[in-house]
């Protein structure tokens, strides 16, 4: 556990390499660095096409909401 706090960055490079590193506290494995996945979210851009309603009057204001201006 000492080592790898003190040469956490080096081990960070090689997970992020592709390398599985295992991190051990007295002889026992308790911790795992691997590298996260590349997936990248998908855009949803055009995801709700048709499916949303927008009121005509999205944008005015209510007539009992002047005192709040």
Not at 3 to 29: F, H, Q, T, W, Y
Not at 31 to 46: D, P
């Amino acid at each position: 556990m000492h080592d790898a706090k003190s040469s956490l960055s080096r081990l960070v490079k090689r997970a992020a390499s592709g390398e599985e590193i295992l991190i051990a506290k007295n002889g026992k494995p308790v911790a795992r660095l691997t590298r996260l996945s590349s997936r990248k979210s998908a855009a949803l851009v055009g995801a709700f096409a048709g499916k949303l309603h927008m009121a005509d009057d999205f944008d005015s204001i209510p007539p009992d909401f002047g005192p709040y201006l």
